[in-house]
């Protein structure tokens, strides 16, 4: 899928969303670390207090091995003081033995004297007895993290402890700071972040909404006159007039819709004269279809004379036929009637041949033209009658 497929609308919302959650996260992660400070420094300043007042104990028992005090009455005077420091909202300061045996407790002087190895916390765990242990185990100190009753409160509330061994009196020193307090500052913190990110949403969706009217109503004017263009109404225009890039726009596309509509104009001028000169066109064209449906008649007419021509040429051909035919009948008519006269003259000729005549008669046979022949006899003074071949 790509960011084309998506609407303006969406891309800017998506914008927004991206931005508000980096905000989110970018906010999250500075109350974290924000808490992870404030741990730090919870701890860093018990561990503080607790080294001061374990100096102060070893001072008291320098003093001891001084022998400006004997060991008892150092002790005596150095669980007073502890029992009697306080800072912050009351926070106070303990001391076990190794037994895991009160000798002091600024929160609750009633444990004085009591062996506390046994109690524990809501989930099981022997906090004190564990604490205790470190100077059994030859550790030098230790951090404990547990739920603890707290005044003023029904459920116990987490606190860490930090707790230094004094090998020298065989005793473990230690404080606690409550650090549910390091919570409620740190989803104190995610609340008023959560509202910022809210109001800063908010005046962010406003600020997208105006930006996204500003590109999308050219964007959607601009969808209009195309679409009405699409119709076939080039009249139309965007008419925009701002300054930005769409206004830019717009005026590109007013000044190429001018151009399609004068030339859609010089185009419709030229379909009108062409559609004129395609009517006179026309009209030459009919009137030489005319002619040529004229000229066809005559045409027709002439082949029919020509054919009647023709048959007429025909019928003389067979008359001239015939009359050959006839001459030729007459020709041999001809012939045989000359045979038949010459053999005639011939058995004359072989019949009076010894006979002569004083006068006598001459046959002269002529052959005229055309197969016709003349005979005729005529006097002459020859005694003798001959043939005239």
């Known amino acids: 899928m790509k960011l084309q497929d998506f609407t303006v609308k969406a891309r800017l919302y998506f914008l927004i969303a991206l931005a508000v959650l980096t905000m989110a996260t970018i906010e999250l992660l500075a109350l974290q670390d924000q808490r992870k400070e404030l741990y730090a420094a919870s701890n860093e300043k018990v561990k503080t207090l607790v080294e001061a007042a374990h100096t102060m104990v070893e001072g008291f028992s320098l003093q001891a091995k001084s022998g400006t005090l004997n060991t008892e009455e150092a002790q005596k005077i150095a669980l007073a003081a502890i029992q009697t420091m306080r800072y912050a909202d009351g926070e106070y300061f303990f001391v076990f033995n190794y037994d895991a ?3 002091a407790n600024g929160g609750d002087a009633s444990v004085i004297g009591k062996n506390l190895s046994s109690v524990t916390t809501e989930d099981g765990t022997p906090v004190f007895k564990n604490m205790a242990n470190l100077g059994r185990q030859g550790k030098v100190d230790g951090t404990f993290t547990y739920r603890w009753p707290k005044a003023g409160y029904k459920e116990p509330k987490e606190k860490i402890s930090y707790v230094k061994v004094m090998p020298e009196w065989g005793w473990v020193i230690g404080s606690g700071d409550y650090t549910f307090e390091i919570e409620e500052i740190f989803w104190d913190g995610v609340t008023h972040a959560a509202i910022q990110l809210v109001v800063a949403l908010v ?40 300054k930005d890039e769409l206004g830019a726009m717009s005026r590109s596309v007013d000044s190429t819709l001018q151009v399609f509509q004068d030339l859609v104009f010089m185009i419709t001028s030229s379909a009108n004269q062409l559609h004129g000169s395609a009517e006179e066109l026309a009209a030459t064209a009919e009137q030489t279809s005319a002619g040529i449906r004229r000229q066809s008649d005559e045409t027709d007419l002439l082949s029919t004379a020509m054919n009647e021509m023709a048959a007429t040429v025909q019928e003389v051909a067979r008359s001239a036929n015939a009359s050959a035919e006839a001459t030729n009948a007459a020709d041999n008519e001809a012939d045989k009637g000359n045979h038949e006269v010459e053999d005639t003259i011939e058995k004359i000729t072989h019949v009076t041949a010894p006979r002569p ?6 046959l002269l046979r002529q052959q005229p033209a055309r197969g016709r022949i003349y005979a ?5 003074e020859p005694t003798v009658l001959r043939p005239v071949v």
């Open 357 to 362: 005549f004083g006068r006598g008669f001459q």
């Open 101 to 103: 045996v009160a000798l």
């Open 203 to 242: 005046v962010m969706v406003a600020i997208a909404m105006a930006i996204a009217r500003s590109i999308l109503d050219p964007l959607d004017q601009v969808t209009r006159v195309m679409k009405e263009v699409a119709s076939g109404d080039l009249r139309v225009r965007v008419n925009l007039n701002s």
């Open 376 to 380: 005729s006899l005529h006097w002459q």
